[in-house]
């Protein structure tokens, strides 16, 4: 049981890490949020993967929500058996509004969670386009599951574009004398 309290103090710096970086100083002012259902895990020790399907909504009134699928990587310190819940970040970015796509990319940084049910972490998760994106510090886990992570995590976002608009055929009729 000696490993506990080192493992609990490892999630512990690792969280304080990340609350201590400031968000604006990686991206720029808060654009929007970005939501995320996850699929959950088996048990995982060391690597945790989840599939992502998320919808990112700007904060300019007017503007459509965009659909992202990805992966989430935690690698590190990590114990944990995640069921299907979901993710909540705020989004930075260096421009005042993100056009569709345009947190299409990999992020990754240093991040920590405990979950028990519902769960909080802290995560710097840097960036998409030209690394000019960040996600906010702090994510909001929810959903079923028990577990303790503290290491690198990697995101991969994919844009998912709108289907286009249905279009009406016009049946031409041929009209002969």
């Known amino acids: 049981m000696k490993t506990l309290p080192s493992f609990l103090t490892l999630l512990r710096g690792a969280a304080f890490a990340a609350a201590m970086v400031p968000f604006a100083a990686h991206a720029g002012d808060r654009v929007g949020v970005l939501e995320c259902d996850t699929s959950g895990s088996s048990l995982t020790i060391l690597v945790e993967n989840q599939t992502l399907d998320c919808v990112y ?3 300019d009134e007017g ?3 965009v659909h992202y699928i990805g992966k989430l990587t935690k690698v590190g ?6 069921g299907p819940g ?5 989004v930075g970015a260096a421009t005042s509004k993100l056009g569709p796509g345009a947190l299409a990319g990999n992020y990754a940084g240093p991040g920590a969670t405990v979950k028990l049910g519902v769960g909080a972490g ?6 998409g386009s030209d690394n000019t994106v960040s996600l906010q510090p702090f994510s909001f886990e929810g959903g079923t ?3 303790v992570t503290a290491g690198i995590q990697s995101l991969e976002l994919a844009y998912v574009p709108a289907p286009p608009p249905h279009r009406v055929r016009h049946k031409h009729v041929h009209v002969t004398k």
């Open 77 to 82: 310190a990590n114990i944990s058996v995640n």
């Open 63 to 65: 503007a459509l929500p």
């Open 86 to 90: 979901d993710f909540l970040w705020i």
């Open 122 to 127: 802290g995560a710097i998760l840097v960036g």
């Open 57 to 59: 909504e700007d904060d």
């Open 145 to 147: 599951g028990l577990g």
